[in-house]
């Protein structure tokens, strides 16, 4: 919180939310998306509100997968970081992401749990990072080597070599197939 003074008996109280900003760039249509940082709030309609010109009403519709239960869900009403987003918008427009990196201490970093089967997971940094090093917490062979991700300007799904030099870039949600369900902990910044 800053203190601004402005005349010697009027004080006015400004909020300056703790954490970073990143943008996301969102194109007309189908987006595959995720949060880079563990927002200030996951309320959806508070994560949409920062979407530069058209706030959420440019969002069409918004679904995401849980993994846990096999279902799909429909504009869910929370958004958090490490989980994929299909994200419907009606023409281009910038989100952005307010939020910390990793948990304050004492708290340990967030992990995720990969369960077995199709997981829509999401680019938990705000640096772009080598598939190889991201994924390197999971065991070798657990996952299926090719991941799908989705380039929203054309419009289209892009397979990626696990093994290859291919990074990955914040924002980006991808599938991932896993032979097994175990632990995920993103690489620290």
Do not use: C
């Not at 309609?45 to 279902?71: C, P, R």
């Not at 869910?76 to 987003?85: A, H, I, R, S, V």
């Not at 870039?169 to 991932?176: A, C, R, T, V």
């Amino acid at each position: 919180m800053a203190l601004v003074k402005v005349k010697a008996e009027e004080v006015i109280t400004i909020d300056v939310p703790k954490g970073r900003w990143y943008p996301i760039e969102l194109q007309p249509r189908w987006n595959l998306i995720s949060l880079p940082l563990i927002p200030n709030s996951t309320s959806t309609i508070e994560i949409y509100s920062l979407i530069l010109k058209q706030g959420a009403s440019g969002v069409v519709v918004t679904y995401t997968y849980d993994h846990y239960t096999d279902n799909w869900i429909l504009n869910p009403t929370t958004m958090q970081d490490g989980y994929g987003y299909w994200v419907y918008m009606k023409s281009y427009d910038v989100l952005i992401v307010q939020g910390i990196i990793s948990p304050e201490p004492p708290a340990t970093p967030t992990s995720y749990i990969y369960t077995e089967n199709w997981v829509l997971a999401g680019y938990k940094s705000i640096y772009a990072r080598n598939m190889t090093d991201y994924l390197s917490s999971l065991q070798p062979g657990s996952y299926f080597r090719y991941i799908y991700t989705w380039d929203a300007k054309m419009q289209k799904w892009v397979l990626i070599d696990t093994q290859s030099s291919v990074t990955l870039k914040p924002g980006q949600g991808f599938w991932i197939w896993m032979y097994k369900k175990q632990e995920f902990i993103p690489p620290l910044p």
